[in-house]
C-alpha cells in the first residue's frame, strides 16, 4: 500500500489529508478490538503524524507509534495515553527532538482520543537517510491492550514523498 506525503506550507490541514485505517487482526476477540486512523503530512521543517483511537478510556499504557526505516534505519515516534512521548532514532532516545500533544473529541464514528507528534523534518531526513524524492516504509499503530495497525504485522506501508 502506498500513503503519499505531500509537503506543505505551515502545519498541515488534516481534514484535507488521505487517512490510514489501523486494524486488529481477526485473531483479536471482537469485544476487544480497537478502530483507530492516522495520517501522515509534512511541511519544509516538520514531518506530522496524527493518530486517533476510537474508545472513551483508554488505558495508561495505551500506545500510539509510528514506525518508520529506510536503508536499514528507523525513527519510532510514540505517545501514551498517560501522557509520555519518545522518539527513537536508530533506537537511539532523541526526545528533546519530538512534540507531541494529546487530542480528544467526538466525530459521527464516535469518542476518541489520540496524538499528533511532529519531528524536523531535516534531522528525520537525515536519520533515514532519504534523498529529496525518496520513499520509505512504515506502520502506523495503536497498542496495548490490542494491536491495531496500518498495515499488518511483518508488512509496511510505502509512504511517498512529494
Known amino acids: ?10 502545519e498541515p490541514r488534516f481534514d484535507s489529508l488521505g487517512v490510514l485505517k489501523l486494524r486488529c487482526t481477526c485473531a483479536v476477540p471482537v469485544n476487544d478490538r480497537i ?3 492516522g495520517q501522515v503530512g509534512a511541511t519544509d521543517s516538520h514531518l506530522y503524524v496524527r493518530i486517533w483511537s ?26 501514551t495515553a498517560g501522557g509520555e512521548s519518545a522518539l527513537l ?4 532516545p532523541a526526545g528533546e527532538l519530538l512534540t ?8 459521527l ?20 537517510g532519504l534523498a529529496e524524492q525518496d520513499s520509505f516504509d512504515g ?3 495503536r497498542e496495548h491492550p490490542a494491536l491495531s495497525s496500518a498495515a499488518p504485522v511483518g508488512q509496511t506501508v510505502r509512504f511517498l514523498l512529494r
Open 139 to 141: 506502520n502506523l499503530l
Open 109 to 128: 464514528q464516535g469518542e476518541y482520543w489520540g496524538a499528533v507528534m511532529a519531528v524536523p523534518f531535516d534531522r528525520f531526513s537525515q536519520a533515514l
Open 89 to 92: 532514532l536508530d533506537g537511539q
Open 35 to 37: 478502530f483507530a486512523q
Open 1 to 10: 500500500m502506498d500513503y503519499p506525503i505531500l509537503k506543505t506550507p505551515g
Open 54 to 79: 476510537f474508545e472513551t478510556s483508554p488505558a495508561p499504557q495505551a500506545t500510539l507509534r509510528a514506525v518508520f526505516s529506510h536503508n536499514g534505519h528507523t525513527a519510532d515516534l510514540s505517545v
Open 100 to 107: 507531541a500533544y494529546q487530542i480528544s473529541g467526538e466525530d
